[in-house]
Nanobody, 117 residues
Framework: QVQLVESGGGLVQPGGSLRLSCVAS????????MNWHRQAPGKERELVAT????????RYADSVKGRFTISRDNAKTTVYLQMNSLKPEDTAVYYC??????????WGQGTPVTVSS
C-alpha cells in the first residue's frame, strides 16, 4: 500500500520557521523525483520545490527561493521542506508528490501551514 504522510505544519508567526516532513512507503522512493506543492484558499495548486532522485539537483519557485530548502533522505524514505522567513502569503496546504516518468505518481494528504500574527 502506497503512502505519503506529511507532518510538521501548523501556525507560525511571520518571520518564523517550520520544517515539513513527508514519509513515503509502498514504492521505491529512491527512484522518484519528489516535489512539494501548495494550495492557498481560492488559488490553484503551485509547485514549490523539486528534488531529484539522489538529491543532487533542486529547483524552487521564485516566490520561495532563498527561504525554503528541499532535501531528502533515501535511507529514511523521507523528503523535507525547511521553510524560513515565512510570510503570510506562504499560508496554504502543503502537499508531498512523488513523480516518476514510467510509473504512477503519488500524492500525500497535505499538511496545513498558517502564517499569522
Amino acid at each position: 500500500q502506497v503512502q505519503l504522510v506529511e507532518s510538521g505544519g501548523g501556525l507560525v508567526q511571520p518571520g518564523g520557521s517550520l520544517r515539513l516532513s513527508c514519509v513515503a512507503s509502498g514504492f521505491i522512493f529512491s527512484t522518484y523525483t519528489m516535489n512539494w506543492h501548495r494550495q492557498a484558499p481560492g488559488k490553484e495548486r503551485e509547485l514549490v520545490a523539486t528534488i531529484t532522485t539522489t538529491g543532487a539537483n533542486t529547483r524552487y519557485a521564485d516566490s520561495v527561493k532563498g527561504r525554503f530548502t528541499i532535501s531528502r533522505d533515501n535511507a529514511k524514505t523521507t523528503v523535507y521542506l525547511q521553510m524560513n522567513s515565512l510570510k503570510p502569503e506562504d499560508t496554504a496546504v502543503y502537499y508531498c508528490h512523488a513523480q516518476h516518468l514510467q510509473w504512477p505518481d503519488y500524492w500525500g494528504q497535505g499538511t496545513p501551514v498558517t502564517v499569522s500574527s
